[in-house]
T-cell receptor, first 113, second 113 residues
Framework: DTAVSQTPKYLVTQMGNDKSIKCEQNLGHDTMYWYKQDSKKFLKIMFSYNNKELIINETVPNRFSPKSPDKAHLNLHINSLELGDSAVYFC????????????FGQGTRLTVV | AQSVTQPDIHITVSEGASLELRCNYSYGATPYLFWYVQSPGQGLQLLLKYFSGDTLVQGIKGFEAEFKRSQSSFNLRKPSVHWSDAAEYFCAVGPSGNTPLVFGKGTRLSVIA
């Protein structure tokens, strides 16, 4: 039973398209995150939600819009995709926003062509 | 702002040899420190964590790490490396409310026969 699951695992799309990545956690955690991992493996926080409320919004183009319909889900919608959006996107969750480990999904490899 | 430095981008060790991966952190308060491992094409798996107490912490897969406040370090060690340990290793600090889990740039470990 996967703790943090993301769909799809792979996503290939053309520039200009709009796409969504879904994330669900069954751990009962309050906090969820989206991280972007670039081609050099660097992990950068994009967003964090705690109890469905946005608490961290790093410098991310507003083409990226997270949505948390409930505590167990945090989806990422991307408008007008650009070549530079190609990366691996990781969803994660933690029990709280304070001093607890994060559990990661398997990642979604997005390729924009 | 909190930050993590992993000075070694790539390390190669022989199977059976000992391993030490370096991690230095910058954090304003008592740090909460983590080591994660990422196998090719996979998500991140928590190896071990330090919150407080004994400065030598044991993790999964035979790994351990030692917290040294005076050196702002949290180095990861393993006495005998196996070929299956080849992966990317990330040190991380946090999270703390509005500050997310911050990762170092990772160290890629290669294991040779």
């Amino acid at each position: 039973d996967t703790a943090v699951s993301q769909t799809p695992k792979y996503l290939v799309t053309q520039m200009g398209n709009d796409k969504s990545i879904k994330c669900e956690q069954n751990l009962g955690h309050d906090t969820m995150y989206w991280y972007k991992q670039d081609s050099k493996k660097f992990l950068k926080i994009m967003f964090s939600y705690n109890n469905k409320e946005l608490i961290i919004n790093e410098t991310v183009p507003n083409r990226f819009s997270p949505k948390s319909p409930d505590k167990a889900h945090l989806n990422l919608h991307i408008n007008s995709l650009e070549l530079g959006d190609s990366a691996v996107y990781f969803c994660a969750s933690s029990q709280s926003a304070l001093n607890t480990e994060a559990f990661f999904g398997q990642g979604t490899r997005l390729t924009v062509v | 702002a909190q930050s993590v430095t992993q000075p070694d981008i790539h390390i190669t060790v022989s199977e059976g040899a000992s391993l030490e991966l370096r991690c230095n952190y910058s954090y304003g308060a008592t740090p909460y420190l983590f080591w994660y491992v990422q196998s090719p094409g996979q998500g991140l798996q928590l190896l071990l964590k330090y919150f407080s107490g004994d400065t030598l912490v044991q993790g999964i897969k035979g790994f351990e790490a030692e917290f040294k406040r005076s050196q702002s370090s949290f180095n990861l060690r393993k006495p005998s490396v196996h070929w299956s340990d080849a992966a990317e290793y990330f040190c991380a600090v946090g999270p703390s409310g509005n500050t997310p889990l911050v990762f170092g740039k990772g160290t890629r470990l290669s294991v040779i026969a």
